[in-house]
């Protein structure tokens, strides 16, 4: 009932500007800003006693009475006024200093596990990048591996190819001019099918004539199996052309050949022996 009397009394006096601050240093006092100012304007927010369920605020002295307890533990004040304060406990100078170092320390240990968890974290980010980017070269070592064999592959097939064309190119035997002239005077459709047309073919024979026609070096084919007809070489080059000569005995790999007004024309012809070389 006192306090309520009390508290009507200090409520009626909060408008006068000559009424100044009324602090009860006991336990159960009511501390009320002037005119119902701000709070921060008496008291300061230090934090929250565990102990006691309660808020710790400072008082800031703004006068030149020194009060003598450094702190009070306060509670908000509900349905009174906006800036009462319940006082429940005064505090010494020594009682604050400890209970301040035990919330520092508090918030130290705080801090530090929340830098620890940071520190967790950030580890653990970096074992997942190391982790992907073990990953990721183990993938890159995978795919150079397999390019690596493929690239084997092929040049093994490649080398299975050469030597398959080199042993198909040394078992070749030579066809003669008077052979395929011959066949052609006997039955040109009959000739075609023995001697394809698109087929690789080894020449033997003498030449009887080098020269170049419509800009091609040719090599002419000695035959006497027919006054009108014979058979020449289109040569690759000049250059395969240029040491042959007439009398000679010529031995060429040719890629083809055609039949022009019962003529054999042998196609994009070289020395037999630069296919040995290769």
């Not at 022009?260 to 994009?268: D, E, H, L, Y």
Request: aromatic fraction near 8%; glycine fraction near 6%; proline fraction near 2%.
């Amino acid at each position: 009932m006192k306090k309520l009397i009390l508290l009507i009394f200090l409520v009626s006096l909060s408008g006068c500007s000559t009424l100044s601050k009324s602090i009860s240093n006991e336990a159960g006092g009511l501390f009320f800003p002037i005119g119902g100012g701000p709070d921060d304007d008496y008291y300061e927010y230090v934090g929250y006693d565990e102990d006691s369920g309660y808020d710790l605020f400072e008082l800031l002295d703004r006068y030149e009475y020194k009060y003598n307890h450094k702190a009070v533990l306060v509670s908000l004040s509900e349905g009174r006024s906006s800036d009462a304060r319940d006082i429940i406990k005064t505090l010494t100078k020594q009682e604050y200093m400890e209970l301040v170092q035990r919330y520092a320390a508090k918030e130290a240990a705080i801090q530090a596990e929340r830098e620890r968890q940071e520190k967790a974290k950030a580890a653990e980010q970096e074992r997942q990048r190391q982790i992907r980017l073990a990953e990721q070269e183990k993938q890159r070592q995978i795919r150079l591996a397999e390019q690596k064999r493929q690239r084997q592959i092929r040049h093994a097939k490649q080398l299975q190819a050469q030597k398959a064309r080199m042993e198909k190119i040394m078992s070749m035997r030579p066809v003669a001019c008077k052979d395929m002239i011959t066949a052609l005077n006997e039955n040109e459709v009959r000739a075609i099918r023995q001697y394809p047309l698109n087929k690789e073919y080894r020449v033997n024979g003498i030449a009887s004539d080098i020269n170049v026609t419509f800009g091609v070096a040719k090599v002419v084919i000695a035959s006497n199996v027919d006054l009108f007809n014979g058979c020449s070489a289109e040569m690759n080059s000049f250059d395969d052309a240029e040491t042959i000569n007439k009398g000679d005995k010529i031995d060429l790999f040719c890629s083809s050949w055609r039949e022009t007004a019962g003529n054999v024309i042998f196609k994009r012809c070289r020395p037999y022996s630069q296919m040995l070389s290769r």
